[in-house]
């Protein structure tokens, strides 16, 4: 079975800095999806960032990037020039190319902003 | 294009108690799937409805099921509810059952059993 960790249940980082949050995740597959999800306080999880596995190059979006090593299983997620609006939960979420296509999701990084 | 939408926002009900949970897809999304989440927890894959049909479920026992309807719109329903019940229902539609299209999520029923 597949399994997502997020080891860093919260991280604080000054408004305009770099922080990297952290994601390990387990599967036998050999071609999946990663993605990391924001749900800010309003609830409504939104889309930060997509990865395919047969893709080596790291996706970016704007101020998001991500680090994937995939004989690591690793796949870390770094904002830079953080905003006080990029205060929120963080997920990061698994989705194999087959079968039910079901997310498995971590247990989230809270993400604290400081001015 | 309107954003998946549920109701009701917040719901309050008791244990042995049954419960229904709605969800409107993206216009144009043809799948649909649910998830609990629980206080400070990852959101946890219920099941799935491709076309109207139950594509997947995960660890969740009978007591939860659902329905999709010809629009694509769903229902998440609960039966004898327990005290752990008690989380955030997510739904979340995708444009196809997978490849390269992300889910959708909307933005929960938070539901309370007494």
């Known amino acids: 079975a597949q399994t997502v960790t997020q080891s860093q249940p919260e991280m604080s980082v000054q408004e305009a800095e770099t922080v990297t949050l952290s994601c390990t995740y387990d599967?036998?597959?050999?071609?999946?999806?990663l993605f990391w999800y924001k749900q800010p306080p309003s609830r409504q999880m939104i889309l930060v960032i997509r990865q395919e596995a047969y893709k080596q190059q790291n996706a970016t979006e704007n101020r998001f990037s991500v680090n994937f090593q995939k004989a690591a299983k690793s796949f870390s997620l770094k904002i830079s020039d953080s905003q006080l609006g990029d205060a929120a939960m963080y997920f990061c979420a698994y989705r194999c190319t087959s079968g039910t296509y079901k997310y498995i999701f971590g247990t989230g990084t809270r993400l604290k902003v400081l001015a | 294009e309107t954003g998946v939408t549920q109701s009701p926002t917040h719901l309050i009900k008791t244990r042995g108690q049954q419960v229904t949970l709605r969800c409107s897809s993206q216009s144009g999304h043809n799948t649909v799937s649910w998830y609990q989440q629980a206080l400070g927890q990852g959101p946890q894959f219920i099941f799935q409805?491709?076309?109207?049909?139950?594509?997947g479920r995960g660890n969740f026992p009978p007591r939860f099921s659902g329905l999709q309807f010809p629009n694509y719109s769903s229902e998440l329903n609960v039966n004898a509810l327990e005290l752990d019940d008690s989380a955030l229902y997510l739904c979340?539609?995708?444009?196809?059952?997978?490849?390269?299209?992300?889910?959708?999520f909307g933005p929960g029923t938070r539901l309370t059993v007494t």
């Open positions: 979340a539609s995708s444009l196809k059952r997978g490849g390269e299209h992300e889910q959708y």
């Open positions: 599967t036998s597959e050999s071609d999946y999806y």
């Open positions: 409805y491709y076309r109207e049909e139950e594509n």
